[in-house]
Nanobody
């Protein structure tokens, strides 16, 4: 199983980015997926998650109203759309696949990880 995240970059506060995560070796429609981020010196945290069907999503409080996650099962790809970016959103963003269909927020439920893509937001 491989997860390839892309779409990160250097942007200014208020800008938008869309991260993509292409999955191979596993069907995204069969498992819930998550987006995590890890800022320098901080623990990895869950930013967003989506159930196997896409009907349920989760967003951490700090990104509600600004981020959303979706999936395209035909492309076996998961997305994280980030709007109104803030400097505090600066981090390495990782996509991950869980071992279950239902939406999960516990990091321990995610058993496959992408390599991460860096998002830097300047003020």
């Amino acid at each position: 199983v491989q997860l390839q995240a892309s779409g990160g970059g250097l942007v200014q506060a208020g800008d938008s980015l869309r991260l993509s995560c292409v999955v191979s070796g596993r069907i995204v429609s069969s498992f819930s997926m998550g987006w995590f981020r890890q800022a320098a010196g901080k623990e990895r945290e869950l930013v967003a998650a989506i159930s196997w069907s896409g009907s349920s999503t989760y967003l951490t409080d700090s990104v509600k109203g600004r981020f959303n996650t979706s999936k395209d099962n035909a492309k076996n790809t998961v997305y994280l759309k980030m709007n109104s970016l803030k400097p505090e959103d600066t981090a390495v963003y990782y996509c991950a696949s869980s071992y279950t269909r239902v939406l999960v927020t516990n990091i321990l439920a995610y058993n496959f990880w992408g390599q991460g893509t860096l998002v830097t937001v300047s003020s």
